[in-house]
T-cell receptor, first 109, second 116 residues
Framework: GQNIDQPTEMTATEGAIVQINCTYQ??????LFWYQQHAGEAPTFLSY??LDGLEEKGRFSSFLSRSKGYSYLLLKELQMKDSASYLC??????????WGAGTKLIIKP | GAVVSQHPSWVICKSGTSVKIECRSL??????MFWYRQFPKQSLMLMAT?????????EQGVEKDKFLINHASLTLSTLTVTSAHPEDSSFYIC????????????FGPGTRLTVL
């Protein structure tokens, strides 16, 4: 079967760094997306990894290890507006995104 | 670029009525559109995938006669919830993709449906 495993909830302090881990199992693999979703809103794109390694994009970085079925999203210099759910979504062989429940990130001052 | 709109943003209707939700790709031609449903604190659930000019492919457990999807053009797909009931109240989100750009899905802002 296909599944995603992420922590349900994480808490971090404003200005700090947080790493959200994701392990996945899919039928085939065409890359992995990270999305941010604020409550009551649709997901917004953060990053895409298809090859192993780290992709850096401003305060956000994403890492992928295909052999381990593992990815993480690293958020630096946390701001209050980063409080949201973070969704790890690998794309399977049919180019469909596989969704988990995401990780709710709570930022405290 | 790559903007997807949905209309309406929210809708309240009476039980038994039908509701139509539109999804438009504003600045690109979407070869594929996806319809999702999300209940509070749950993951996105794919309902169906549609390609322009062809019938939608529904996920297991999604009633095709209840959730009618029409993908009439490369920029417009509609979802009609027929004979809506309170249990259909949810957040409906569409996304659109094209074959380039690693098949990224661009999401609409979502439609909040409340059935009384």
């Amino acid at each position: 079967g296909q599944n995603i495993d992420q922590p349900t909830e994480m808490t971090a302090t404003e200005g700090a760094i947080v790493q959200i881990n994701c392990t996945y199992q899919t039928s085939g693999f065409n890359g992995l997306f990270w999305y941010q979703q604020h409550a009551g809103e649709a997901p917004t794109f953060l990053s895409y990894n298809v090859l192993d390694g780290l992709e850096e994009k401003g305060r956000f970085s994403s890492f992928l290890s295909r052999s381990k079925g593992y990815s993480y999203l690293l958020l630096k210099e946390l701001q209050m507006k980063d409080s949201a759910s973070y969704l790890c979504a690998p794309m399977d062989s049919n180019y469909q995104l596989i969704w988990g429940a995401g990780t709710k990130l709570i930022i405290k001052p | 670029g790559a903007v997807v709109s949905q209309h309406p943003s929210w809708v309240i209707c009476k039980s038994g009525t039908s509701v139509k939700i539109e999804c438009r790709s504003l600045d690109f031609q979407a070869t594929t559109m996806f319809w999702y449903r999300q209940f509070p604190k749950q993951s996105l659930m794919l309902m169906a995938t549609s390609n322009e000019g062809s019938k939608a492919t529904y996920e297991q457990g999604v009633e095709k006669d209840k959730f009618l999807i029409n993908h009439a053009s490369l920029t417009l797909s509609t979802l009609t919830v027929t004979s809506a009931h309170p249990e259909d109240s949810s957040f409906y989100i569409c996304s659109a993709s094209w074959t380039g750009d690693y098949n990224e899905q661009f999401f609409g802002p979502g439609t909040r449906l409340t059935v009384l």
